[in-house]
């Protein structure tokens, strides 16, 4: 019989809880939530008060089995899932499915994985929770009615199969009103003056000083009178201003900061961030990762110091005691940190060292006194001139916690870096080296990445720290938004130089407007962005979103009763939707773009039944109409007419191969070249409109050997199973199911009877929604 059972949500989690206990505890995992609603139907009982109805899914009856057997024996049950909203409604769910006992189950939480927390936690247990599974009941049950209520709307009005979420939705529209207003912004030019100055130090050597004209002019004709002016004038130091300034550290990470900083300095995914951190939790080497708090524990504070102490001495230290400033914060009590100060760097992945290693310098800079600067400005004036030349610089006279750690921001702006100046004096006379004008244009708003998309919905309000990441790689996965990289586009600027006596006038090109892993809408995601908007105002409204949060935090706070709240929600959102199923409009995003001159029909661009397409003509027209799918880099909202007749052009043939003609066509999955019957994809690299017969080739061979090399083996008297190699690793297939292989397996040592008995250890195969056992079905 076991004296105690402690569940967990996750099998890392209890492989490092059980290293603290002894043998009087059994340390189980859940594997995460082991029920939710019922997928067939909407799952929520509206007559008895919105009920959910909970059911265990299939892949998770036997974990449920096992510790249902476990618990019978346990004297005491301990729930120890994580302690914000998600991990009380696991343990709720444990102790309704398991059909736990209030007398001998307790509920324990920490929010790092150490000995003495866990031993902490044991001495003082709790019940469970009931306000703050009430609040992610709420949040589940109000998720599921947006969901199940407005995609049937979304499959008749816009396009069969799409979806549409609460806060997925939000994020979507905050992407594609960033992307409108990007096309529709015009670039103003203006001409920024900047000057080199040459003078002598005291000892007779020459020195120069960099400085800028203190205004811009908006005009060429401007910009050159002021050149113009500067040949006869003199150049004198007007005055030299030196300031003391300091820099302070940031606070250490929450949810949202680390997963913003992760992108910048490490280029990490959202997700990546949240998956490399919770096996960092896990392990026992940080704090709890999703929390909105900045807060560090005593311990914390007095270990940080001492660290700071042996490693740079006590004048960098500067204890700080943070407080949070996000509205409702609630998920934690701490911010994220290292649980053992003194560890430096830990043992693990590439990520894992990375994550970590960024973890512990924003921990201990928050500790450490702020940096000394002094900035010195020198202003220079020129005679018969109101304009006055500035210069700046900036010495670092203490680094304080510069020493360890400097917060990165996602300013895109190209920033000079203040540098030591000259010594100068007040009056002292310069002479112009040169003096350039730079057409310059003003920046259009940036592209959210994840990170600022992230720092934005936190400023709305919208999510909380749990919901960040799920949000994101949500609309990525419905095909709302695409992450992806865009080339510079060339800009030519003019360049005035004065050099002597002599202005030369230069036109020179630059590039511009290059963007890296950057959020775009799709064209999906702006036509059904646009539907939901027009037809559900309150739904995409961002202060709906916030306000929705707020309510769940005044259910956690014991406030609000949840089926009130979803009440007053479903009764004006119901009626909405009804209403837009009857009387609404179907949606395409149609956009006319003008007459195709061969035929003189109307040429327009929609969204067809497999993504965006150019069409000629229409469907009241006696001549069916004639498609043409866009490109993948192409949208109906930008595509130009002369583009969308280029499309028409296609499929065009590229000539023979083997005795069979090669074709380049775009399809529903984007470009291709067929041979023979066979289909082979076109890389983005490559145009279908220019690619030639000698690159078609390259493509075909390179996939005939990609196939060549797929396959391992063929096995079977009817050779019913092959050995294949696939992204993750050797697997096998039977009758269009798919199979794991062992690990230390070599796949060529297979035989027909060894993958028999591996199917026969396989038995949910061709069940599961997703990966290996996923049966492909014929549409």
Known sequence: ????????????????????????????????HIRDLAEKGIGIDFEHNYKPDYIVSSDKKKVVSELKKATKTAETVWLASDEDREGEAIAWHLFEELKLKEDNTKRIVFHEITKDAIL??????????????????????????????????????????????????????????????????????????????????????????????????????????????????????????????????????????????????????????????????????????????????????????AEIISMAGQKYVHTRNFTTKTKGAQEAHEAIRPTYMNVHAVDGTAQEKKLYDLIWKRTIASQMADAELEKTSIFINISGSKCQFAATGEVIVFDGFLKVYLESTDDELDAENDSLLPVMKKGEILIPSEILAQQRFSQRPARYSEASLVRKLEELGIG?????????????????????????????????????????????????GAEKAKLFPTDIGLVVNDFLTEYFPDIMSYNFTADVEKEFDSIAEGKTKWTNSIDRFYKQFHPVVEDTMKNSERQVGERVLGVDPKTGRQLSVKIGKFGPIAQIGTAEEEEKPVFASLRHDQSIESISLEEALELFKLPRQLGEYEGKVMTVAIGRFGPYIRHDGSFYSLPKTDDPMEVLAGRAIEIIEAKREEEKNKLIAVLGPDNEIQVLNGRFGPYFTCNKINYKIPKGTDPQTLTFERCQELIAAQPDAGTKKKGFGRKTKKK
């Open 464 to 512: 909380r720290p749990s919901t960040y990441a799920p949000t994101i790689s949500t609309i990525q996965n419905r095909s709302y938004v695409e992450k992806g990289d865009r080339p510079a586009d060339k800009r030519e600027y003019n360049v005035l130089r004065l050099k002597g006596e002599k202005i030369s006038d230069a036109i020179k090109t630059e590039n511009t």
């Open 120 to 305: 902490n936690a044991i001495k003082h247990p709790r019940t469970i929770d009931v306000n703050l599974v009430d609040a992610q009941q709420a949040r589940r049950v109000l998720d599921r009615i947006v969901g199940f209520e407005l995609s049937p709307v979304l499959w008749r009005k816009v396009r069969p199969s799409l979806s549409a979420g609460r806060v997925q939705s939000v994020a979507v529209r905050l992407i594609v009103e960033r992307e409108r207003e990007i096309n529709q912004f015009v670039p103003e030019s203006s001409y920024r003056v900047t000057a080199v100055l040459k003078s002598q130090d005291i000892n007779g050597l020459p020195v120069e000083l960099k400085a800028e004209l203190q205004q811009r002019f908006p005009t060429k004709e401007e910009a050159y009178a002021f050149l113009e002016s500067c040949k006869s004038g003199s150049f004198s130091v007007d005055s030299i201003v030196t300031k003391p300034a300091k820099k302070s550290p940031a606070p250490p990470f929450t949810t949202s900061t680390l997963q913003q900083e992760a992108s910048r300095k490490l280029g990490f995914s959202v997700s990546q961030t949240m998956a490399v951190a919770q096996r960092l939790y896990e392990s026992g080497k940080i704090t709890y990762m999703r929390t909105d708090s900045v807060n560090l524990s005593d311990l914390a504070l007095n270990t940080s110091k």
């Open 1 to 32: 019989m076991t004296k105690n059972l402690v569940i967990v949500e996750s099998p890392a989690k209890a492989k490092t809880i059980e290293k603290f206990l002894g043998s009087d505890y059994q340390v189980m995992s859940s594997f995460g």
